[in-house]
Structure formats: structure tokens, C-alpha cells
């Protein structure tokens, strides 16, 4: 089974900066896409981005695409979103996620099979 384990949200400033933190336990981590979802109150959860198993590809969601940077770390079975220049509108509950096996399109929460709790991320004006 796999654990995941969200944290580094808090409190920001607009135009400030947060890096949040994935941390996996269990096995074959390394092996599949890992994703970025965040759930603002009263709306869908909304893709963020995702990186495959080498980190060779990476996809944003056109909202934050330049602002915010996914990455990984096979080795400490960790994955990572750098957000900069926060919005209010990047005010969410952000969850990582990892892919189903043989899954192409990681775009659909419909896509993961395991979740972490969340970590809030709430961006001041």
C-alpha cells in the first residue's frame, strides 16, 4: 500500500512563494506519474500538474503554467510543487497524487489511486 503525506501549505502574502512537499511510503513510487490537485470550497478538485516516473515530462494547468514548478525526487520518494508568484485565486486544499498503473491521460483525478490528506494553501491580496 501507499502512503502519502502532504505538507509545506500555509499562509502567503499574493505575489509570495510556497514550496509543498510529497512524501511517499510504501513501494514502486519511482515507477509512475505523480500529479498536483488542489479543491478551492464549493468548487471541483482542478488538475495542477503532474511528472512522469523520470521527470523528464511535465504538465501544467494553464493557470499556473510559469508560476509554479513540479518535480520529484525518486530517491527520497518525494515529489514537489515550487509555487511563485502566489494569486489569491491559488487560494486551495492541495493534494498530491499518484497515477494508476498504465493510465495515459493524468489530466482526471479519475487517473490516481492514492491521495494524500491535503495541505491548505491560502494567498492574502
Known amino acids: 500500500q501507499v502512503q502519502l503525506v502532504e505538507s509545506g501549505g500555509g499562509l502567503v502574502q499574493a505575489g509570495g512563494s510556497l514550496r509543498l512537499s510529497c512524501a511517499a511510503s510504501?513501494?514502486?513510487?519511482?515507477?509512475?506519474?505523480m500529479g498536483w490537485f488542489r479543491q478551492a470550497p464549493g468548487k471541483e478538485r482542478e488538475f495542477v500538474a503532474a511528472i512522469n516516473w523520470s521527470g523528464s515530462s511535465t504538465d501544467y494547468a494553464d493557470s499556473v503554467k510559469g508560476r509554479f514548478t513540479i518535480s520529484r525526487d525518486n530517491a527520497k520518494s518525494a515529489a514537489y510543487l515550487q509555487m511563485n508568484s502566489l494569486k489569491p485565486e491559488d487560494t486551495a486544499n492541495y493534494y498530491c497524487a499518484r497515477a494508476r498503473s498504465g493510465v495515459r491521460i493524468f489530466r482526471f483525478a479519475s487517473s490516481y489511486d492514492y491521495w494524500g490528506q491535503g495541505t491548505q494553501v491560502t494567498v492574502s491580496s
Open positions: 510504501g513501494r514502486t513510487f519511482s515507477n509512475y506519474t
